[in-house]
């Protein structure tokens, strides 16, 4: 693997929204995560399998991340691939296709290159796939900053060999059944190029950004634990100013129901970053201590001490259990499994939650003849 760009596409959604961001890195050494591993080999399988749908020569990687369900969620996004590719080969006698390809976009900023996953030319479109292993947060196709990037830097590859009209964007994230999509015009993705890519990257490679924290601005940035302008952007969301009358009005309810979440998760981030520091690296914070936290007996050896009761007249002492969904599925494999218990499972309705506004999942109606009915 090639040495990392400054301002990779992948870090763009933070650096055009804080351009202070990559100075404010500077001194945080890389964090290692077992996600990325785990990334990387799965896009590793992926790519093994579209080549060779492909028909280009591959070897099929090994990895101990290879679960079935990994795998499983592998294929998703390659089938979502492959369905595409057959799509090109019916609109274009020559289409284009590449997998982990590079995209360079140094004639639009310096230091600035990543890979998109899949890229499928026909003679109007590009066509750009990503696989997302995250199951935390969706991420949309739609203005999002990583693959209008790439976009860019492919468009400048091939426009004068296809007449490319429109740029698609998709992000498949199979772990959360999320599909998302977007086309977005040459021209369009032109100006958002110029007029927001390249000052805003040029701001911030050449030292001249400044602080705008945000959500999601800050959530992968590696200073966000000790920056001062998101503490400071949290303790002003902490410091609620409300005006007369006594009781809060629903628009200030509101307020502190958007704001209580980040905070909490703010709080939440510094003290296990605080926590870890202190645990791992010796690191001292004034006024606070290591000590052991409460734990449970534990049995040290469960064949002697399931001998030793018996041995001592006590039988009754395991308990059976069904074993869960996901593990009975895979036991059985899934159609065996649709099969068999297909009509002994069934999945309740989620419990109500309040959500902000830009969720994206359907907003639920109340049912409101039930309810009356039900009182
Ligand atoms: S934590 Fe947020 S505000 Fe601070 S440097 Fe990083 S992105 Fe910018």
Redesign the pocket.
Known sequence: MGKHAKASPSKLK?IL??T??LD??AGFPDEESTYAAEGTALHAMAEHLIKKHLKICTRRPNSDYYTDENLEAVDEYVSAVCEAVGEAHKVCRDPMFDVEHRVDLSTYVGDCFGTADMVIVTDTKVHIFDLKMGQGIPVYAEDNPQLMAYGLGILSEVEMLYPIETVELTIVQPRLQSYSTWEIGVEELKAWGRDVFVPKVAEALEHRGS????TE??RF????FQ????AE?FLEVARLEFRQPELLTDEEMADVLLKADALKKWVEEVYAYAQNEAVENHKEWPGFKIVRGKSNRKYTDEDAVSEAAKAAGFEDIYKMALIGITEMERLMGKKKFSEILGGLVYKPEGKLVLVPETDRREAYKHDTAREDFAE
């Open positions: 933070q929204g804080c202070a961001s404010a890195e602080f705008h924290p945000g601005t800050c940035c590696k200073a966000r920056c001062r302008a998101r952007f």
